[in-house]
């Protein structure tokens, strides 16, 4: 995954300080936006402290007429809030400029190209329909060689227009150039399932429907919309987070041993996976649940109903809590449900992925107590490793207990986003989704969406900071 040595273009990959550096360019298409400021520029900073991009320029264009004093304080802020700033990073800010610009105006992205310098990569921190636009107009205008592509989830807005987006840019650069950006595949404890499942005997050989009764992959968020209506209204749960982030989880879940961690080997065993991954009995009625929240309080904070959030319209439906019920259909897991569920405004925090294995074929006739199932859990914040089994427990040895066994993860050497730039630097796609993959995710959920639009589903309710509705398809949890 890190041994790339050469980018698809030919150029030197990895630069590091103290080797001849090559410029480098980011273009960060919507750098006024959120994203940019909580989540991808702080990566950015952390990736320059590590000591690599020692000759990067910095561009942003956002729409709004900014000035590269005003950008200069939003890179130096985004930059502080991931630890002190170095010389790299100070140089960074110094340097950086802000164009304003529409970037679907042809002429305005003759402008930004025309200012980027060496090795370029160009981000789309943008509306996923703006990203489908922008990418039309530079399919006209054509891109200097080498230029590598970041865009950001969700790719395209349905099956439709992400085969026609994936049509446009790999007309643009080759298929190893486009980076679709999915950060869980930034966060190492993500990464962490592969060698949790790979590197020991102890998971793998039980990790099939002989002794598996369920997967569930359950990301409890207590953040509400935060001020993202103009995005989040028009995405909903589903399609913000199970249709990539929880995806990609099941994909690292459920898929067999890749002989390398290289992107062909990799990515290969995930399309692999997903291509066969379908909705409980191809019934998205009874095996899917939507709902959103009501005012409430989430840990001490009071949030409004997510129908009277400021930008969002309450006829629109959109869900805040999506669950779904899948299908592997492989000979490894055949029979196994996967059951997926991301929700905000919740009390619980639980964000992980739980394996649940099957109750022994045979407890021994005086052992008393086989009352839960055993449970191998994968916590994605805080990042551990949690193991819940069943033992002789303290007292009367007869007596069955279950006991809990966790390890610490660890924080990652950098977090997603510096992760996935550095991946698009270093013209390594490995942890970015490839082009049939991110088709094949929307293919998936689809019917789903379809259901729901049809409003075969109804959407339930659930006050914020509540446990979400009480019909969840992921209760009650099985038990022997
Ligand atoms: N925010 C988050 O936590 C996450 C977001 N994402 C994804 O990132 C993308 C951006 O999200 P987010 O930052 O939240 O959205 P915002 O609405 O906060 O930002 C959108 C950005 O796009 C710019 N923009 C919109 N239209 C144009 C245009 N025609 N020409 C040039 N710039 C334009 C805006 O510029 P201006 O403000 O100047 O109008 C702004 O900089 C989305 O695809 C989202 O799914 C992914 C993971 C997490
Ligand atoms: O992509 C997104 O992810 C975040 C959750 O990711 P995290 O890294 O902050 O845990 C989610 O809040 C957001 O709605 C979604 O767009």
């Given at each position: 995954m890190r041994t790339s040595t050469a980018s698809p273009a030919g150029s030197p990959a990895g630069h590091r300080a103290g080797e001849d550096a090559v410029p480098q360019t980011l273009l960060l298409l919507g750098a006024s936006g959120d994203l940019a400021a909580r989540l991808l520029l702080p990566g950015l900073g952390r990736l320059l402290a590590s000591g690599a991009l020692p000759d990067l320029r910095l561009i942003g264009s956002g729409m709004h007429d900014w000035g590269d004093e005003r950008w200069r304080r939003r890179v130096a802020d985004s930059f502080a809030t991931a630890g002190p700033s170095g010389p790299r990073e100070t140089e960074v800010v110094r340097?950086?400029?802000?164009?304003?610009?529409?970037?679907?105006?042809?002429?305005?992205?003759?402008?930004?190209?025309?200012?980027?310098?060496?090795?370029?990569?160009?981000?789309?921190?943008?509306?996923?329909?703006?990203?489908?636009?922008?990418?039309?107009?530079?399919?006209?205008?054509?891109?200097?060689?080498?230029?590598?592509?970041?865009?950001?989830?969700?790719?395209?807005?349905?099956?439709?227009?992400?085969?026609?987006?994936?049509?446009?840019?790999?007309?643009?650069?080759?298929?190893?150039?486009?980076?679709?950006?999915?950060?869980?595949?930034g966060k190492s404890t993500v990464v962490n399932i592969i060698g949790l499942r790979f590197a020991n005997r102890i998971f793998e050989p039980v990790l099939n429907s002989s002794h598996v009764a369920c997967v569930d992959i359950v990301f409890d968020e207590s953040l509400g919309?935060?001020?993202?209506?103009?995005?989040?209204?028009?995405?909903?749960?589903?399609?913000?987070?199970?249709?990539?982030?929880?995806?990609?989880?099941?994909?690292?879940?459920?898929?067999?041993?890749?002989?390398?961690?290289?992107?062909?080997?990799?990515?290969?065993?995930?399309?692999?996976?997903?291509?066969?991954?379908?909705?409980?009995?191809?019934?998205?009625?009874?095996?899917?649940?939507?709902?959103?929240?009501?005012?409430?309080?989430?840990?001490?904070?009071?949030?409004?109903?997510?129908?009277?959030?400021?930008?969002?319209?309450?006829?629109?439906?959109?869900?805040?809590?999506?669950?779904?019920?899948?299908?592997?259909?492989?000979?490894?897991?055949?029979?196994?449900?996967?059951?997926?569920?991301?929700?905000?405004?919740?009390?619980?925090r639980r964000k992980e992925a739980i394996i649940t294995f099957r109750p022994p074929p045979r407890v021994p006739t005086g052992l008393t107590g086989y009352d839960q199932f055993d449970r191998l859990r994968i916590g994605f914040g805080p990042d551990q490793l949690g193991l819940d089994i069943n033992i002789n427990g303290p007292g009367n040895p007869l007596d069955l207990d279950q006991v809990h066994l966790s390890a610490d993860f660890g924080p990652g050497e950098l977090p997603p986003y510096g992760e996935v730039l550095r991946g698009a630097f270093d013209g390594d796609p490995t942890l970015s989704v490839r082009g049939d993959t991110a088709e094949d995710c929307w293919r998936i959920v689809e019917p789903v969406l379809d259901v729901w639009r049809a409003g075969e589903v109804p959407l339930r309710e659930y006050p914020a900071g509540g446990r979400g509705p009480d019909d969840s398809l992921l209760t009650p949890a099985p038990s022997p």
């Open positions: 340097s950086t400029r802000y164009l304003a610009a529409d970037v679907t105006s042809e002429e305005d992205l003759r402008r930004l190209l025309a200012a980027c310098q060496g090795q370029t990569v160009i981000f789309f921190a943008l509306p996923p329909e703006i990203t489908g636009r922008a990418a039309a107009v530079l399919a006209r205008i054509g891109l200097p060689p080498g230029t590598r592509l970041m865009v950001e989830k969700p790719f395209g807005t349905d099956l439709a227009s992400a085969r026609s987006l994936n049509d446009i840019l790999t007309r643009l650069v080759p298929e190893e150039q486009v980076h679709r950006i999915d950060h869980f595949l919309l935060e001020g993202r209506a103009g995005y989040y209204d028009s995405a909903g749960a589903l399609v913000d987070m199970v249709q990539s982030h929880l995806l990609q989880i099941l994909a690292l879940m459920a898929m067999d041993a890749p002989p390398t961690l290289d992107a062909q080997d990799l990515r290969g065993h995930k399309a692999q996976v997903l291509r066969a991954t379908r909705v409980w009995d191809d019934d998205p009625v009874r095996w899917s649940r939507r709902a959103r929240y009501t005012a409430g309080e989430v840990h001490g904070r009071r949030l409004p109903a997510y129908a009277d959030e400021p930008g969002t319209d309450a006829t629109r439906g959109t869900e805040t809590l999506a669950e779904v019920v899948l299908a592997v259909d492989t000979w490894r897991w055949a029979g196994v449900p996967f059951r997926l569920r991301a929700g905000k405004a919740l009390a619980g």
